[in-house]
Every structure is written in structure tokens, then in C-alpha cells.
């Protein structure tokens, strides 16, 4: 079984940067992809960040310019670096791997931007 873990969430003032970090374990053949969503209060998840293996980033636009994705493949390791957030950047920020044949979700870490 593949396990997937966030952490690094947090409290965070309006203009603050937070970092946020997800650890793939188990028995994992390839990773095909990894990428970082997210789910605002009263709405859907949605897409933030995906890096696929050997590809290009992809950034929802609300993000570009403030968010970078990085990804350690010897370490099955994703992470996230938030800066200058922004209160609309609250939610819970879920870290996804794409396997191939399968798709595993972490637990979820909360991001709160708030003065």
C-alpha cells in the first residue's frame, strides 16, 4: 500500500510565505506525477501545482508568479513554497501521486491566511 502525507500547514498573515511538504512511501513502482490541489471553503478542490515526471509545471493562474512546486524523485518527496499569501490561498491542501494504475490522496493540511 502507498501512503502519502502533507505537512507544514499553518496560520499565516496576508503577504506571508509558507512551505508545505508531502511524503510518498510504500511500495511504489513509478510515479507518473505529483501535483497539489486544494479545496476552499464552500468549494470544489481544484488544481494548484503539477509537476509530471520529466515535464513542464503547471500552475493554476491564481497561483503563478506566488507559488513554486519542486519535487525530490529520489526521495518520493513534493513540496510547496507559498509566497506572499493571500486570504482567498485558505483551504485545505491535499497532495496527490499519480501511479498509473492508481491515484492516492494524503489526509490534508490546513492553510489559514487571515490578519
Known amino acids: 500500500q502507498v501512503h502519502v502525507v502533507e505537512s507544514g500547514g499553518g496560520l499565516v498573515q496576508p503577504g506571508g510565505s509558507l512551505g508545505l511538504s508531502c511524503a510518498a512511501s510504500?511500495?511504489?513502482?513509478?510515479?507518473?506525477?505529483m501535483g497539489w490541489y486544494r479545496q476552499a471553503p464552500g468549494k470544489q478542490r481544484e488544481s494548484v501545482a503539477v509537476i509530471p515526471r520529466g515535464g513542464r509545471v503547471s500552475y493554476a493562474d491564481s497561483v503563478k508568479g506566488r507559488f513554486t512546486i519542486s519535487r525530490d524523485n529520489a526521495k518520493n518527496t513534493l513540496y510547496l513554497r507559498m509566497n506572499n499569501l493571500q486570504t482567498e490561498d485558505t483551504g485545505v491542501y491535499y497532495c496527490?501521486?499519480?501511479?498509473?494504475?492508481?491515484?492516492?490522496w494524503g489526509q490534508g493540511t490546513q492553510v489559514t491566511v487571515s490578519s
Open positions: 496527490n501521486v499519480n501511479l498509473g494504475t492508481q491515484t492516492v
Open positions: 510504500g511500495n511504489i513502482l513509478s510515479i507518473l506525477s
